[in-house]
């Protein structure tokens, strides 16, 4: 079975803080894929950026940054310098196998809510 | 504009009722999803199609039903077999295939009144 994890469920920083969000997952599957998603207060979720197994390669977004560490099962995800726009419960997931070759089906973590102080 | 869109935004329903969630995506994806979400339990997924007429249950299905008659259509039915169907209510859509990212719709809320 495949499990996401969380450990924070709030986070609370200061605008300009640096902030880390982790991740740690579990799965069986030689490959799978990492997500993670935003959830502002209007309910979607908006992709911010999807990691395959083989890549372990960090990655920077502007102010965003992703950790993968497949030797700790992690995917971190840091935010630099952060601002009241980021304030959001902020998801990861792990993309399993639907059937045959198929990795749609997502497991969530149970999230984190970031709020970012003026 | 491309996306997916779900409706109703809010829904309310009397114990008993069946209600159905709306969801259409005009990016030509193949793969469409229906997720609940409950206050500090991330998401579950509750039904997934592959493609046209074929869908599979996913990990909380009881109590619901969904029909996948167009590609671009994927309606969810909430019965009044499902005991606690007041929760938010996520439609996604995706390429399928190898890790291809799930897109979401920006939601529907159903209460039970």
């Known amino acids: 079975a495949q499990k996401v994890t969380q450990a924070q469920t709030e986070i609370s920083v200061v605008e300009k803080e640096d902030v880390t969000l982790d991740c740690v997952y579990e799965?069986?599957?030689?490959?799978?894929?990492l997500f993670w998603y935003k959830q502002p207060p209007s309910g979607e979720l908006v992709f911010l950026i999807r990691?395959?197994?083989?890549?372990?390669q960090n990655e920077i977004s502007g102010r965003y940054s992703w950790n993968f560490q497949k030797s700790t099962s992690s995917f971190n995800f840091t935010i630099t310098a952060s601002q009241v726009v980021d304030s959001a419960v902020y998801f990861c997931?792990?993309?399993?196998?639907?059937?045959?070759?198929?990795?749609?089906?997502?497991?969530f973590g149970q999230g984190t809510i970031l709020t970012v102080h003026p | 504009d491309g996306g997916i869109t779900q409706s109703p935004k809010y829904l309310f329903r009397k114990e008993g009722q069946n209600v159905t969630l709306s969801c259409e995506q005009n990016?030509?994806?193949?793969?469409m999803y229906w997720y609940r979400q409950d206050p500090g339990q991330g998401l579950r997924l509750i039904y997934y199609?592959?493609?046209?007429?074929?869908?599979q249950k996913g990990d909380i299905a009881e109590g619901y039903s969904v029909s996948r008659e167009k590609k671009e259509s994927f309606p969810l039915t909430v019965t009044s077999a499902q005991k606690n169907p007041t929760a938010f209510y996520l439609c996604?859509?995706?390429?399928?295939?190898?890790?291809?990212?799930?897109?979401f719709g920006e939601g529907s809320w159903l209460t039970v009144v």
């Open positions: 996604a859509s995706s390429n399928g295939g190898s890790g291809n990212t799930i897109y």
């Open positions: 799965t069986r599957d030689t490959t799978y894929y």
């Open positions: 990691r395959n197994s083989f890549d372990e």
């Open positions: 997931a792990l993309s399993g196998k639907m059937g045959g070759t198929s990795y749609g089906k997502l497991t």
């Open positions: 990016l030509n994806h193949d793969a």
């Open positions: 199609s592959q493609i046209v007429n074929d869908f």
